[in-house]
């Protein structure tokens, strides 16, 4: 943790907050980092939110020994015949970004929950509102969450920034036509697995926008690790080692039999780190090359795969999409300064929010240096961009163009096509997990 998310941990409660809900006879607070019976019964009120069965002390115990670097907000109903039971849930940490050129701290968010009893009453509002004046207050510029419900965060200032694609292949018609690696592909345990995969995803993460640095947990939960993963004998982990030793690639993937026809089973990859275009290309053949498997699937990759370019016939890839990692600016001169940029451009913005944080107008001087000034009003001569901060927040890592948002509505400007140039990227944005 830095001495900001140290900071932003431990802080106190937004007094709006605390008075909003008192006026609804509720209560509102943090779970203490060491209250296992506070913690567990907060995991409850979530497990519940999100449809899930109760957690049993198994789950509890595992939950607990790794989560403790989560602020845990509930919001508590004390006449309720549970009252020990939060009534909500909210739970936000401090992260790493990368955007493109650089990374910047974010605070983000999970475990969203009201209970269906407690819900049309403001509740989520109140403690999204908190939170986030809190996480300003304290210097994050952005806010950043995956979402089961798309259609929620919007009218916080919420956008999706990167979206998420899943791939099933069918991989008789694949045929394979993309480079031979010069590596080697072995086995290795799962615990071998887990050992390797922080400090890969570290080298993979700073230079691809959307991406953050792992929640604690996490690495468990993928790698079964932990003992509250279900049928984790099932996931097999492979590793890609380059010709000079270095371990450059690490995929984990589980297999589903087909019993009608046992040369037609699905292998699921579970996750795939590829530091280098061969470690990429090795561990994609190795499981388009494996023996009884007819079907290839995979989640959470990039709009823009190479993978798409390494098979024979396109059409054998059945390609899905969906909103994924969503951001939400706070501090408009922070997140704007945070990425870079690749022409030299002056352009001015002027920005409305629903929740008061982010709103004003800015100068951003893009070039080797970046600049973000917040003025009075936008200087005659450079262009104007007027936009809220939700579609502020999507062209922020590049991953849609502002001529689609102005053809679409959500902003305006005399210049879309300048604007696109000014916040183009290279790389398509990505978030390789949920969290």
């Known amino acids: 943790m830095t001495e900001l998310d140290d900071t932003f941990h431990s802080a106190a409660l937004d007094a709006d907050l605390r008075s909003a809900l008192e006026a609804q006879g509720l209560r509102v607070d943090r779970v203490s980092d060491d209250d296992r019976p506070g913690t567990d019964r907060w995991l409850d009120a979530v497990a519940r939110g999100f449809l899930d069965g109760e957690r049993n002390d198994t789950h509890r115990q595992a939950f607990f020994d790794r989560t403790a670097y989560r602020r845990k907000i509930g919001v508590f109903d004390d006449s309720g015949p549970d009252a020990a039971v939060p009534v909500a849930s909210f739970a936000s940490w401090g992260a790493e970004l990368s955007v493109p050129g650089?990374?910047?701290?974010?605070?983000?968010?999970?475990?969203?929950?009201?209970?269906?009893?407690?819900?049309?009453?403001?509740?989520?509002?109140?403690?999204?509102?908190?939170?986030?004046?809190?996480?300003?207050?304290?210097?994050?510029?952005?806010?950043?969450?995956?979402?089961?419900?798309?259609?929620?965060?919007?009218?916080?200032?919420?956008?999706?920034?990167?979206?998420?694609?899943?791939?099933?292949?069918?991989?008789?018609?694949?045929?394979?036509?993309?480079?031979?690696?010069?590596?080697?592909?072995?086995?290795?345990?799962?615990?071998?697995?887990?050992?390797?995969?922080?400090?890969?995803?570290?080298?993979?993460?700073?230079?691809?926008?959307?991406e953050i640095d792992m929640p604690g947990g996490h690495w468990d939960r993928f790698y079964g690790t932990r003992p509250d993963v279900e049928k984790a004998e099932e996931r097999r982990?492979?590793?890609?080692?380059?010709?000079?030793?270095?371990?450059?690639?690490?995929?984990?993937?589980?297999?589903?039999?087909?019993?009608?026809?046992?040369?037609?089973?699905?292998?699921?990859?579970?996750?795939l780190l590829a530091a280098t275009d061969a470690a990429y290309a090795g561990l994609w053949r190795f499981f388009l090359s494996m023996d009884l498997i007819g079907t290839v699937t995979a989640g959470e990759l990039s709009l823009d795969e190479p993978l798409w370019w390494m098979i024979a016939d396109q059409r054998a890839a059945t390609i899905t999409t969906r909103d994924h990692q969503y951001l939400r600016i706070l501090d408009v001169p922070a997140a704007l300064a945070a990425r870079r940029y690749d022409v030299t451009d002056t352009v001015a913005f002027e920005v409305t929010d629903p929740l008061g944080i982010a709103a004003g107008v800015f100068v951003l001087s893009a070039g080797e240096d970046v600049g973000v000034d917040a003025v009075a009003e936008a200087p005659v001569g450079v262009p104007l961009v007027r936009l809220g901060v939700a579609e502020l927040s999507a062209l922020l890592l590049g991953g849609v163009s502002p001529v689609t948002l102005a053809k679409a509505g959500r902003l305006e400007t005399d210049e879309p096509d300048r604007i696109a140039r000014l916040f183009a990227s290279t790389t398509t944005p990505r978030l390789s997990f949920w969290y």
């Open 102 to 210: 650089g990374t910047v701290p974010a605070c983000a968010i999970s475990s969203v929950t009201v209970a269906p009893t407690h819900r049309r009453r403001g509740i989520l509002r109140q403690v999204m509102a908190g939170e986030l004046r809190t996480a300003a207050g304290l210097g994050y510029p952005l806010a950043i969450l995956t979402v089961s419900e798309s259609g929620i965060y919007g009218r916080f200032g919420f956008a999706p920034a990167a979206h998420a694609a899943h791939w099933k292949i069918d991989v008789r018609r694949a045929r394979w036509t993309g480079p031979d690696a010069p590596g080697r592909i072995d086995f290795v345990t799962r615990e071998e697995g887990r050992r390797l995969a922080p400090a890969l995803h570290d080298r993979i993460r700073v230079t691809s926008p959307g």
């Open 237 to 271: 982990v492979v590793q890609y080692r380059s010709p000079e030793g270095e371990v450059d690639g690490l995929a984990i993937y589980s297999i589903s039999h087909n019993h009608d026809d046992f040369a037609a089973s699905t292998v699921e990859v579970i996750q």
